[in-house]
T-cell receptor, first 115, second 113 residues
Framework: DGGITQSPKYLFRKEGQNVTLSCEQNLNHDAMYWYRQDPGQGLRLIYYSQIVNDFQKGDIAEGYSVSREKKESFPLTVTSAQKNPTAFYLC??????????????FGPGTRLTVT | GNSVTQMEGPVTLSEEAFLTINCTYTATGYPSLFWYVQYPGEGLQLLLKATKADDKGSNKGFEATYRKETTSFHLEKGSVQVSDSAVYFCALRDSGGYQKVTFGTGTKLQVIP
């Protein structure tokens, strides 16, 4: 079955440590996205990538970094510079281009807790 | 910039009741509109979509009509079930080159037997 996998589902870290969240898709989508979800705030875009080896900052990129070395993979690193990293992180992917609507498909999410 | 406004939750309904979740938007151009559903501890799933004015999206008994004159995309279902309990997100995707998606804050629906 095609889809998006995120691992792990739950992640615990000590303050001051960097942590990397995994996101893999086998949908052959060009675009991938990382969102952060906090209670009552909907989804906020962290980073997005429309093609391999290229990515752009979203609305809340400070304290995060990404890479896009393969079409299937878009890992997110939460650095120690992120002041409030505890949240639910969602990865998504979509097709691209101008000629049709490109709905996003989401992974199951990773809940990160930093203490 | 673009924005999406949803009604505050939680919305609590008895099984078989009629559901409406209001969604209004602000956008330039001609956005596409979506409803996503999120079950506890899971990611978002696309529920339905509409790409132009007067389009009606429908899926699993849910419907929403793209109303450009009122900039609205209200979600409706004629008879809710306990299994519909979830958080519902309204979203729009603009027609620009990147096609950024803007999400509402979500409306939690609780259906009681």
């Amino acid at each position: 079955d095609g889809g998006i996998t995120q691992s792990p589902k739950y992640l615990f870290r000590k303050e001051g440590q960097n942590v990397t969240l995994s996101c893999e898709q086998n949908l052959n989508h060009d675009a991938m996205y990382w969102y952060r979800q906090d209670p009552g705030q909907g989804l906020r875009l962290i980073y997005y990538s429309q093609i391999v080896n290229d990515f752009q900052k979203g609305d809340i990129a400070e304290g995060y970094s990404v890479s896009r070395e393969k079409k299937e993979s878009f890992p997110l690193t939460v650095t120690s510079a992120q002041k409030n990293p505890t949240a639910f992180y969602l990865c998504a992917s979509s097709t691209t281009g101008q000629t049709r609507v490109h709905e996003q498909y989401f992974g199951p999410g990773t809940r990160l807790t930093v203490t | 910039g673009n924005s999406v406004t949803q009604m505050e939750g939680p919305v609590t309904l008895s099984e078989e009741a009629f559901l409406t979740i209001n969604c209004t938007y602000t956008a330039t151009g001609y956005p596409s509109l979506f409803w996503y559903v999120q079950y506890p501890g899971e990611g978002l799933q696309l529920l339905l979509k509409a790409t132009k004015a007067d389009d009606k999206g429908s899926n699993k008994g849910f419907e929403a009509t793209y109303r450009k004159e009122t900039t609205s995309f209200h979600l409706e279902k004629g008879s809710v079930q306990v299994s519909d309990s979830a958080v519902y997100f309204c979203a729009l995707r603009d027609s620009g080159g990147y096609q950024k998606v803007t999400f509402g804050t979500g409306t939690k629906l609780q259906v009681i037997p």
